[in-house]
């Protein structure tokens, strides 16, 4: 899910009306003195139309008085009126200044202009070391350039200063969060809280801090204590609503959800999470799911200005330039799939693609990189308005462009609205119809969706003949154990899907398939589970189906070397439903655990059918909840049969299409090629009408 960057709330704009400039050559000018003590009183009481006219016939008068054009940017700024020129000439003709080093600073940040801000700043500092403003709003604008180690040392230099600087305290832990300290993060925005009780900021950013731990009952308490403060806060409603998600209670999140809505109705961003959300919930009417999307999607084009002009004549046979637009590109499910097929791509094997990424978050990791090596056309995103990433891309001359994110963290479907390319294309990294009528098509294959559900998506389903995902083996060296049952004496059967799937019907119908299975036990991973309150949950969920806690076995996070070989704990893998597993049901296949899948005629609920029916293991598909049971038990029966099919699971799987890379590739560019040459086609067509109709 997307989740807004922490609040850096900027220090307040320092008029710098007060202090006196012993370089100005009018010093000791009585008339001046009087004029500067009127314009002061203008200021204050907040005439800022009369200021303005008698500042700028001051400066007409004397273009080299520093202190007119300081007064005349100051009131400019007051009135959010364009104030650089202003502000740099004061800076310019007051070498000596701080104050309008720093406010030419402040006017430079709020332009975007963060390399000229953080000059401004500097040069304020020089002249006044312990400018505490200056060294907040330095930290801010390095934060906005991504130089994280910077901001955090201007945020201490203020604490430094001014110990009790609650503002300080927060923005520092918000660059301690985008750095991956989150205990410092948390500790920081407790520390700003002790200063300040009512800083509903503080109480937001911790929020989020211990939600990305796990920690998510208090990062409930967090949220509500922020909207005690300010009821009206749209953002804080839509992440308390991801943490009630991720406390396994869609029903109050999708009430959250609302409540932003309600507040903000065209709040994109909280619309978009209660389309994800839609897919943890069993049974929603087809219809309206698809009416939700297209609500979004008419919402985004109401912002955008889509006015591209395509460069050259449509030439189906050309090199074609393609995009990626992703915040996922690394450690992330999206980066496992996408690794090997585009080496294959960038390696030239499949034809004439040329590569290009947009990377909407600035995170990267060693998968990150490899990926940038693979793909060297990579574009930073982050924090780019939608406009000028429409622009960018446009720009770039790119035919198709693919999202691979839908309405998941990160996603820039706004921009896709904008239509930067000629085609655009939905694909990987979301499992429904994202609502946007500019993305022209879907990828999908022959498993994962049914010709009946077509009509219920807004972009074009072009099927992929075998697979729509190709998985990249982890490069973990993850060796696979014998059958745990053969020492166990027990079967125990696995999820370590996010905990969110694990639906009241989910809990059910594997209640049912312990009782069935004598003696077994089932273990449960995920983050959520860290959480003691979600840990308790659980276990009581189970309980009243009769399930005791010693057939329980509940994990949270670790490493993703130890994540894998948890399966070496596991005999048999169950998918929940109608969200099914997609990475976690091929990391299980690879360590050697069959997944037993129950399929829906949702795109989203049939991932796990596509994954088994590739890897050659129909006999893992069940019809319906009942033949659920029956397989589970059926296939745990034999653990000596089990135990050969662990023994070989690896080898079936990469022998699969779900993992040939180069396959795949030749799949994904020749479907590329299809669409490209049905739009030159039509764009051929509809060139050459004008001539047949006459004038």
């Known amino acids: 899910m997307k989740y807004r960057d922490p609040p850096i709330p900027q220090v307040r704009h320092r008029a710098s009306m007060g202090s006196k400039h012993r370089n100005e050559a009018s010093k000791g000018n009585l008339l001046l003195d009087r004029e500067r003590l009127k314009l002061h009183a203008l200021f204050d009481s907040g005439r800022y139309a009369e200021l303005e006219s008698r500042a700028r016939l001051l400066v007409e008068r004397q273009p080299s008085l520093g202190f007119a054009w300081k007064i005349l940017g100051a009131c400019l700024k007051a009135q959010g009126k364009d104030a650089l020129k202003a502000l740099q000439s004061a800076a310019d003709l007051l070498p000596q200044d701080y104050e309008a080093h720093y406010n030419l600073g402040n006017c430079l940040k709020d332009r975007g202009q963060l390399e000229g801000a953080v000059s401004s700043y500097s040069l304020a500092l020089s002249l006044k070391q312990d400018f505490a403003e200056a060294h907040g709003n330095l930290g801010n604008a390095l934060k906005g350039l991504r130089q994280l180690s910077d901001a955090a040392a201007s945020y201490r230099r203020v604490i430094t200063i001014d110990p009790c600087h609650a503002l300080a305290h927060n923005n520092l832990g918000a660059v301690s969060r985008d750095l991956g300290r989150l205990e410092d993060a948390v500790t920081n925005y407790r520390r700003a809280l002790h200063i300040r009780r009512n800083f509903a900021d503080a109480h937001y950013n911790l929020g989020n801090a211990l939600r990305d731990l796990g920690r998510l009952e208090d990062s409930v308490t967090s949220y509500h204590r922020a909207l005690g403060i300010e009821p009206g806060d749209a953002e804080t409603y839509r992440n308390l609503g991801n943490a009630l998600k991720d406390l396994g209670t869609p029903d109050c999140a999708l009430i959250n959800y609302r409540r932003a809505l309600k507040l903000i109705p065209d709040f994109a961003e909280a619309l978009g999470n209660v389309l994800y959300l839609q897919n943890y919930l069993p049974d929603q009417p087809a219809e309206y799911l698809l009416s939700e999307a297209r609500r979004y999607g008419n919402l985004i084009a109401r912002r955008a200005s889509p006015n591209c002009k395509w460069y050259g004549a449509p030439d189906p046979g050309r090199q074609l330039r393609v995009g990626l637009v992703s915040g996922d590109l690394r450690n992330h499910p999206v980066g496992y799939f996408v690794e090997g097929m585009l080496a294959s791509v960038a390696s030239g094997a499949t034809g004439r693609l040329e590569l290009y990424v947009y990377a909407s978050d600035d995170k990267t990791d060693a998968l990150g990189e490899r990926i940038r090596t693979i793909c060297p056309n990579w574009h930073s995103a982050f924090g780019l308005s939608d406009e000028f990433l429409a622009r960018r891309i446009h720009s770039d001359r790119i035919d198709i462009l693919i999202d691979l994110s839908g309405h998941t963290a990160h996603n820039r479907l706004p921009m896709f609205a904008w239509r930067p390319a000629p085609i655009q294309v939905s694909w990987l990294g979301y499992f429904a119809t994202t609502g946007v009528a500019e993305i022209d098509y879907l990828l999908a294959d022959p498993w994962t969706l049914p010709e009946s559900q077509e009509i219920l998506f807004t972009e074009e389903v072009w099927r992929l003949p075998e697979t729509r995902l190709c998985f990249t083996p982890p490069d973990e060296d993850v060796p696979i154990s014998p059958l745990p049952a053969l020492t166990n004496g027990h079967i125990t059967f696995g999820c370590f899907n996010d905990l969110s799937k694990m639906n009241d019907g989910v809990v059910a119908l594997w209640a049912r398939v312990l009782h069935a299975v004598?003696?077994?036990?089932?273990?449960?991973?995920?983050?959520?589970?860290?959480?003691?309150?979600?840990?308790?949950g659980v276990l009581v969920r189970f309980a009243a189906h009769g399930i005791t806690e010693e057939r329980l076995i509940l994990e949270g996070r670790s490493s993703r070397t130890q994540y894998l070989d948890s399966y070496?704990?596991?005999?048999?893998?169950?998918?929940?439903?109608?969200?099914?597993?997609?990475?976690?049901?091929?990391?299980?296949?690879?360590?050697g655990c069959p997944v037993l899948t129950l399929p829906g005629d949702r795109f989203v609920s049939r991932q796990g059918v596509s994954l088994l029916m590739n890897a050659d293991l129909a006999d893992w598909v069940a019809t319906d909840p009942e033949d659920y049971v029956k397989r589970a038990s059926m296939q745990t029966a034999d653990v000596k049969r089990l135990a050969a099919l662990r023994s070989v699971l690896r080898q079936k799987l990469l022998a699969s299409p779900i993992c040939d890379a180069p396959r795949f590739a030749r799949h994904f560019e020749h479907a590329l090629r299809r669409m490209w040459s049905k739009w030159c086609l039509q764009r051929?067509?509809?060139?050459?009408?004008?001539?047949?109709?006459?004038?």
């Open 518 to 536: 004598s003696g077994s036990r089932l273990f449960l991973k995920s983050l959520q589970l860290q959480d003691a309150s979600v840990r308790r």
């Open 684 to 695: 051929n067509l509809r060139s050459s009408l004008p001539n047949q109709l006459g004038p």
């Open 568 to 591: 070496n704990r596991v005999d048999v893998a169950l998918d929940p439903f109608p969200f099914t597993g997609g990475t976690t049901s091929a990391e299980s296949l690879w360590m």
